[in-house]
Nanobody
């Protein structure tokens, strides 16, 4: 069982930066693939970033590539999402999630554990 708690969301102006954190409980955190997803009102949940258990592999959709960076610190059971050059269309609730395999890292329904989400609002 893994419990995930996100933090770091807030209100920021367009062009600004935020860093989200996701703290995980459980001794097996280092074995999980971790992902970030987001959802805005009226839209489906969207894949934002994923990182393999070792941190050696990361993936992003084109919508955030070059602006967002996912990282993890397995000694702290924490995964991060650094978001730069934020745009109003990045406004959403951001969720971190964990799964036991790397396969299908971009599909939300393949994840086993989810945090409660943190709101990110980007003003124009």
């Amino acid at each position: 069982q893994v419990q995930l708690v996100e933090s770091g969301g807030g209100l920021v102006q367009a062009g600004g930066s935020l860093r989200l954190s996701c703290a995980a409980s459980g001794r097996t955190f280092s074995s999980y693939t971790m992902g970030w997803f987001r959802q805005s009102p009226g839209k489906e949940r969207e894949f934002v970033a994923a990182i393999s258990w070792s941190g050696g592999n990361t993936y992003y959709p084109d919508s955030v590539k070059g602006r967002f960076t996912i990282s993890r610190d397995n000694t702290k059971n924490t995964v991060y999402l650094q978001m730069n050059s934020l745009k109003p269309e990045d406004t959403a609730v951001y969720y971190c999630a964990a799964k036991t395999s790397w396969r299908n890292y971009y599909i939300d329904t393949k994840y086993d554990y989810w945090g409660q989400g943190t709101q990110v609002t980007v003003s124009s």
